[in-house]
């Protein structure tokens, strides 16, 4: 019989006990496995969603508040830029493609963007393919028809031809709260395939809708035709204005070194800010390391007070198998023969925990995932299986292996005469 | 041969000569204290002695290193202790198998078919897969008896074999004892203080008077 089996049997013999041992073990190492997988895909996820954008201009406020709301879709806008700056960089040879965003209004939730089909193309360029809505669906060609994002028409059952009522704000207020656009309801003509980006949570329509939709003429020398935004015009009356502000745009350049100069000309004015998403993203993100760390460390933490359970559990294993060790001794077991009996069983232990952690980390690792997509619309890739779990695994066993080396120790230094004494 | 044990050294084993043949069967007969179970430690290679020499089978165990006397343990003697030691989560047939892991005397492929025959020599052959848990004191003993011939020993040392049998079952574990021991060629020494017991073996020893050590000792 070999020193494996003899461990095994022995494991087997105290199956509870090891078994809520190796599910401490497994947690600890569950632990690290979900959190270095979600925040590694997230963070990858992020930037490339920030990264597809080079520059976002938006009202002066928080560059982080400007990121999460015109690109993520989860803040509120930190104000709103002159339309002159959208003309001013739509004739600017530097510019390759300039997108507005017109927010203010959601529905259930989600949010309105008012905008222009070139935003699909930009998705498109982040994501290598063009965005395509599914059939029979057409991009918005007037004001008051809605695209809907994948996630959005999932999420609320909209189909092509239903009509809905948005609300002014992003916060979904009780009814007596709430101040909905009744008298002009948005027409779903399109639903769109998934993107895996923020686009999947939010419903898009013409720019020109936002601003028809809060009473406002369309600015000076706007290039759509005004008899489009018709349905507003039958809200015409007292107190009208023309629109002379827009939430965001986003810019794309011809070169970075454009990209410059349009940041140092927007940073000269008084109510805007040129802002370079992937930068801010990578400083928030280095805040959230600081979180990431918080939690690795507690994750580690309780790996290690696992490891302190396996050598409680296979010390006090020891002391009551004095005679049963003293004995395979007395039979001519040599006292590494003990030693690997105690390291292999230690081994075990620590091999079920950690497959059961990877295997739990990984699965923890997918439903968080789909969480995150599932409220922001961001997918996060998560590699089968990545080189960091298998070193988790390594060093969940090697730190098991370490919490056998005492109880094995002490096994290795009993007094066999002594302990084979039956009055012992 | 000398043994001296404990933090203040106290000679406890004082033994000028002890010869036993091979094949045959002795006794070491005395009360509680005798130094029974310490000589029989010293003699498997247990215990060290402090002075002197024990030779078994033309081996001088003191010349050996700690691992050579493991292999040597495993080899050459076979162990029946007083309260059975057998390992309890594994079957008898295991507990059998058991120290022919431990020495390179049995071919693996006939390691089983030797743990069965002997399990069936102590008429045990329907226990094989019985836990120690599962089995009477007196199936328990058996076997032990069964796991100490595994490696075909030259010599099986028993620590008062029936002291934790009801009193019917001693004669029974007694002529098994030496029966099996005869069968296999083996020397068999037994440590007792049980009359009933040593009547079936060819000699005797009176510890208090192989022991110097211990018959010094004040009363």
Redesign the interface.
């Given at each position: 019989?070999?020193?494996l089996m003899?461990a095994w049997?022995?494991l087997?013999?105290r199956l509870p006990l090891n078994v809520l041992t190796a599910l401490t073990v497994g947690f600890g190492v569950t632990l690290i496995i979900a959190a270095s997988a979600v925040s590694s895909s997230t963070k990858t996820s992020v930037m490339q969603s920030a990264g597809g954008y080079q520059l976002l201009v938006a009202a002066k406020g928080s560059p982080v508040q400007a990121v999460m709301s015109s690109l993520f879709f989860i803040d509120a806008p930190t104000g709103n830029v002159p339309v002159e700056v959208y003309r001013q960089l739509k004739s600017d040879r530097g510019v390759a493609r300039v997108v507005p965003l017109n927010m203010g209004d959601s529905y259930r939730g989600f949010y309105i963007v008012g905008t222009t089909p070139d935003y699909f193309a930009l998705i498109g360029d982040m994501i290598g393919r063009p965005v395509q809505t599914r059939p029979p669906g057409r991009v918005f060609e007037k004001p008051f028809e809605a695209v809907v994002g994948a996630g959005v028409a999932h999420d609320l059952g909209l189909k092509v031809g239903n009509r809905f009522v948005a609300l002014h704000g992003f916060i979904d207020l009780p009814a007596d709260l709430a101040d909905p656009h009744e008298r002009l309801p948005y027409t779903v003509v399109a639903l769109l395939e998934k993107t895996n980006t923020p686009a999947d949570k939010a419903i898009f329509t013409r720019v020109e809708t936002i601003w028809a939709i809060h009473h406002q003429d369309l600015p000076d020398a706007w290039d759509t035709p005004a008899a489009e935004t018709e349905p507003a015009h039958r809200d015409r009356g007292a107190g009208r204005k023309k629109a002379s502000e827009i939430t965001a745009l986003l810019v794309q350049g011809q070169s970075y070194m454009d990209l410059l100069r349009l940041s140092s000309m927007i940073g000269k004015s008084p109510s805007a800010q040129a802002i370079f998403p992937a930068r801010i993203v990578t400083r928030l993100l280095d805040y959230l390391r600081i979180g990431e760390s918080v939690v690795l460390g507690v994750s580690w933490l309780t790996t290690v007070v696992a490891f302190f359970a396996i050598m409680i559990s296979m010390l006090a294993a020891t002391i009551d198998r004095r005679?049963?060790i003293a004995?395979?001794?007395?039979?001519?077991?040599?006292?590494w023969?003990i030693v690997r009996i105690i390291l292999l069983e230690a081994a075990l232990i620590s091999t079920f925990g950690a497959i059961a952690g990877v295997v739990a980390g990984r699965g923890a690792a997918y439903v968080l995932a789909a969480l995150v997509e599932r409220m922001s619309g961001l997918r996060l890739d998560l590699a089968p299986i990545a080189s960091a779990d298998i070193m988790t695994a390594l060093i969940a066993l090697a730190l098991g292996i370490l919490a056998g080396a005492i109880p094995a120790y002490s096994a290795y230094r009993q007094d066999?005469?002594r302990n084979?004494?039956?009055s012992f | 041969m000398d043994f001296r044990s404990g933090g203040r050294p106290v000679t406890v084993l004082n033994i000028s000569h002890l010869a036993v043949a091979a094949g045959s069967s002795v006794g070491l007969f005395g009360p509680s204290g005798s130094g029974k179970t310490t000589l029989l430690n010293v003699i498997t290679g247990i215990l060290t002695p402090s002075a002197g020499n024990v030779v078994v089978d033309g081996v001088d165990l003191a010349s050996l290193s700690p691992g050579a006397r493991d292999r040597f343990r495993a080899e050459r003697v076979g162990y029946v202790f007083q309260a059975f030691n057998l390992i309890p989560p594994l079957t008898a047939l295991e507990n059998v198998l058991l120290p022919m892991g431990f020495a390179a005397r049995i071919p693996k492929r006939q390691q089983r078919s030797r743990a069965q025959e002997l399990l069936g020599r102590v008429n045990l052959g329907h226990r094989l897969h019985h836990k120690p848990a599962e089995l009477s004191h007196g199936e328990q003993q058996r076997v032990g008896i069964a796991r100490a011939l595994a490696n075909h020993p030259q010599l099986i040392v028993a620590d008062e074999p029936t002291a934790s049998l009801e009193p019917g079952l001693t004669q029974e574990i007694a002529r098994l004892l030496v029966s099996v021991c005869q069968e296999e060629h083996a020397t068999l020494l037994v440590a007792s203080h049980d009359h009933s017991l040593l009547r079936h073996l060819a000699r005797v020893e009176d510890m208090q008077v192989l022991n110097t050590a211990a018959s010094s000792e004040p009363a």
């Open positions: 019989m070999s020193a003899l049997r022995y087997h013999a005679r049963q004995t395979l001794r007395a039979l001519g077991a040599g006292q023969v066999v005469a084979l004494s039956p | -």
